[in-house]
């Protein structure tokens, strides 16, 4: 069972990436937890195309390499030779993920759903962002922390919400 929801997984990614390259916008749930403290499992995820922008230092992206796709942030870019790399890295992480080519990115993310609420996600990010991501990079406490502290408030947005509302509800595929 596991097997086919993984294949239905990767399908659903695959067709994502082609309706980036095709169109300009997917939504979908996001999972794990390598972009805590700026994004949370359960997450819906907007991701757009790049078009004629470039990405930039700061850009929360959307990284197909080889039958792998991620969500990280792009922390240096190299233009050494005739090609630009892009270095990676998940915000909760230390390490950086091996360089991407341009070609291997598929869009930046640009917003969020959360509890019903819309979030736009901007290059410049505050300095108390910054310094919690410092944080939780560095501890494994502090990242196992935000996640039960987000399950509660799921829960508790859920038990708020009237009967039969879809307030709150992320419609996200």
Sequence with gaps: M???TQ???????????ETLQQFSEVRFVAHGTSMLPTLY????LTVKSFGPATPRCGDI???RRANEFRVHRIVSISNEGPATSYVLRGDALT????????????GRVTSLERR???FELKTEEKVHCRVLRFIVRRSKTVAAFLVRWHAIQVQISLRSRPPGSAQGKTQCT
Aim: proline share 8%.
């Design 41 to 44: 499992p359960g997450d819906c």
């Design 61 to 63: 992206v959307l990284c």
């Design 95 to 106: 390490d950086d993920d091996p360089p991407v080519s341009a070609g291997e990115l598929l």
């Design 2 to 4: 596991i097997a086919g």
């Design 116 to 118: 019903g609420k819309f």
């Design 7 to 17: 294949s239905r997984h990767m399908l659903h990614l695959e067709l994502a990436a």
